[in-house]
């Protein structure tokens, strides 16, 4: 039983053995989103709130070496605010959790604290509390609601034919990632790389920038169907077909992919662009129509990708620019592999 | 400095340097509780929501021996639910975060997911969403939101001459913990533990009952001051007199035990009472004349215990039975000691 498995098995208990929350009408909040997209939602009368939690544990999501402890802090807000932005809507009360060694510095979570301000204030997001305990590993698990003054997007609403586009360059966050764990090992391949891409990509994995206002735009259009790319592309949207029970396929050459990225990796950035995570930009469905009506909107690098089609649920394939079709190989990360 | 220290210095940092939410009126909750209560809190309009977090890690707080994984999810649900009850609120819906190690069977899965579900289902919590993570230690995180119509009961409204009170019997939790570790360790010391006592203590560790409907009649009746107590009640009372700025006096022959853990520890029954945790009832602090009206609503074990001087913040000492003042032992446990 792999990690949706697993997923699938508890999703079930938590649904199906539910009892409440039933305090009555004055007390409650209908529930409008349940599990298993970016974030759940329910109905407060005057809007709809959203409410996400995301995890980074050290030595599985990231090191020291690639992640100052200031990008850690930056990092984590972001993962959670792009995880609203992908339901088109707005952060706003966040609860941060720390598992921390016991030699951790009150110096270390200083700079931990200032990149997480840093992002937070650009999105307006309010740290109100939280939860400090020992662990023998770091760990930073941040909850965060958010608000919709209407209808979020969903991963579970795109229907046959839709165009699937994202918001922006893909694989650049992965190129970072690759740069700064070769720099380690391999003076050589670091030195193929120009200064000004090593920055470039160093800067889109360290201080990723969530998509809020990408997901304002794609709501207030008409876009009804997202969810952020936080795994790479061929996975997140394998997971968007699963959830709507359909097919895509990715035209490999449409995948945006920054200059400065094929620069550094004249050989491997589309596998970058379709496998590497990390990137919190959002992937999104739309009828033609639609989709001609919101990409004049977005601004560089936002590009239709591909299209759904009906088929095995959750298979994703990219058709080369030679013609020839191969399933994306990216299967992102399971927990019980 | 110590974890009061850092808390308070990272508490500064968020709120100091804080340039959110700003969203208009339209997209906005009102925050009325920020850092440093039981839960965050802020208005939606029809209600006060409330939002809190805790997490627990292997080898710190649990074991898998004291600990099995069905009593382990019952425990996760039920000290989140405990600090909605200290509120005086009802919970609502919660995100669960698994940090797991990679030979995690899926029925220890569903065993830790069995016990969440009896106590979410006992209080009408919704599990709607989560994350799971790989992890060399096992850890769990909960998000749990919760809806109270009025104004939720707080550490920081205590006042000099209020009375102190619990809402049950103290210490138990403790002892189950206590004859556990040691019934490993030393079979004598199990052994003078009947086995009406022992049950007894064990379900009190394992299976702390949030007091929900306690938090609901004390809010209900007057009392605007109330936390619950997780690590003791020394330390915790001493966090609401930090909260509050003010001492406290506990009077040792009014602690209420029950006549089991005193059977089992009778020469460390109060120290078990005093500075065992995880006992998840509510301390809470009010006038004679509310007291008075509140105390015959609660049941067995509740229990004025003590009152709250003008003095230096969060000092609290102990009357014992001999007339001799002592100051309460509990440090709690800090992170960075």
Redesign the interface.
């Given at each position: 039983?792999g990690?949706f498995g697993?997923?699938d098995?508890?999703t079930r208990?938590?649904v199906q053995?539910?009892?409440?929350?039933?305090?009555g009408a004055?007390?409650?909040?209908k529930?409008t989103?349940?599990?298993?997209?970016d974030?759940?939602a329910?109905q407060?009368?005057?809007?709809t709130?959203l409410?996400?939690?995301?995890?980074?544990?050290e030595?599985?999501?990231f090191t020291r070496e690639t992640t100052p402890w200031r990008d850690l802090g930056w990092k984590c807000i972001s993962s959670n605010v792009s995880d609203i932005a992908a339901m088109g809507g707005?952060?706003?009360?966040a609860?941060v959790?720390l598992?921390?060694p016991?030699e951790t510095e009150?110096s270390e979570?200083?700079q931990l604290?200032?990149g997480?301000?840093e992002i937070?204030?650009?999105?307006?997001?309010?740290?109100?509390?939280?939860?400090?305990?020992?662990?023998?590993?770091v760990?930073i698990?941040i909850?965060l609601?958010g608000?919709h003054?209407g209808q979020p997007m969903l991963r579970s609403t795109a229907r046959p034919g839709d165009q699937v586009a994202v918001t922006g360059y893909l694989g650049s966050s992965g190129g970072g990632l690759r740069l700064m764990l070769g720099a380690g090992h391999d003076s050589n391949l670091s030195d193929q790389v120009s200064e000004e891409a090593a920055e470039y990509l160093r800067v889109c994995h360290r201080r990723p920038r969530p998509a809020v206002a990408e997901g304002r735009i794609l709501s207030a259009s008409g876009v009804v169907t997202a969810m952020d790319v936080s795994d790479g592309l061929a996975d997140d949207l394998s997971k968007l077909c699963r959830s709507s029970g359909l097919s895509a396929r990715i035209h490999a050459g449409q995948v945006p992919v920054h200059p400065l990225l094929k620069q550094a990796y004249p050989d491997d950035y589309l596998d970058l662009a379709l496998g590497g995570g990390e990137d919190y930009l959002l992937l999104f469905t739309a009828p033609a129509e639609v989709m001609a009506l919101v990409m004049p909107q977005l601004s560089q690098g936002a590009a239709v990708v591909g299209e759904l089609l009906p088929g095995e649920p959750g298979r994703v394939s990219v058709l080369d620019v030679d013609g020839s079709e191969r399933p994306a190989s990216g299967a992102g990360?399971d927990?019980?592999r």
């Open positions: 039983m990690e697993v997923i098995l508890l208990m938590v053995q539910r009892g409440g929350p039933n305090h004055d007390l409650s909040f529930l989103v349940d599990n298993g997209d974030t759940a329910w407060t009368g005057k809007a709130e409410f996400t939690t995301d995890t980074v544990v030595g599985v999501h707005l952060p706003m009360y609860l959790t598992g921390l016991p009150v979570l200083e604290y200032e997480m301000m937070s204030n650009e999105h307006g997001v309010a740290i109100v509390g939280g939860d400090m305990v020992r662990s023998p590993v760990f698990t909850g609601t608000i003054a990360w927990h019980f």
